[in-house]
């Protein structure tokens, strides 16, 4: 088992903290699909100024190397965490966790790093110790009940998190199950 840096414990231990003061019920776990590394500020010129955004589009963002670094507070509404149709607030209830390279199933070449994926199943791990109640998936996983068929118009995060989280201990009351699996 790869050895977390001691400020990624902090920065999970910060997020924790929010989604408990905050309330939020759910984390939305997305892909950067790049070949090459990436960084928190790069993200938010995407979403900001390429794409006009006035908020970035996810609360965290993974590196490679393990590092969180914070794009937007937990607390706040976000463009890229959401599931359409669950009403006009239903972003409110959601974290954005976005991470370099977990897209492996469907981006010939890529593969989470062993960082990346040591690091979210800590954060994973501690967070339902904190919240017994919070669920946990990645975008596609989620509905979207203005699409014909009530589904993600995408293949973010490009790999079944649901899966993923079970086969990592994950108890399956926090895992936000595909609906076509269920």
Not at 47 to 63: A, E, P
Not at 108 to 123: D, N, Q, R, S, Y
Request: aromatic share 10%; proline share 4%.
């Amino acid at each position: 088992m790869l050895q977390i840096p001691e400020e990624t414990k902090r920065e999970i231990t910060r997020i924790i903290r929010g989604i408990v003061t905050s309330g939020k019920l759910f984390v939305i776990l997305h892909y950067t699909g790049v070949n090459a590394d990436t960084s928190a500020s790069a993200i938010k010129w995407y979403h900001k100024i390429k794409l006009g955004w006035s908020r970035d589009g996810y609360h965290d963002f993974v590196n490679h190397d393990g590092k969180i670094e914070n794009l937007e507070p937990v607390w706040a509404r976000v463009n890229g965490c959401r599931a359409s149709g669950w009403g006009k607030n239903s972003n409110e209830y959601f974290v954005g966790v976005n991470a370099y390279q977990i897209c492996y199933e469907t981006l010939t070449g890529l593969k989470m790093p062993a960082m990346v994926e040591a690091v979210l199943i800590h954060f994973f791990t501690e967070l339902v110790k904190a919240v017994p109640n919070i669920q946990i998936g990645g975008h596609r996983e989620f509905p979207d009940f203005t699409s014909p068929n009530k589904r993600q118009q995408t293949a973010c995060p490009g790999v079944s998190v649901s899966d993923w989280l079970l086969n990592h201990a994950i108890p399956l009351k926090n895992v936000f199950y595909e609906a076509t699996k269920i």
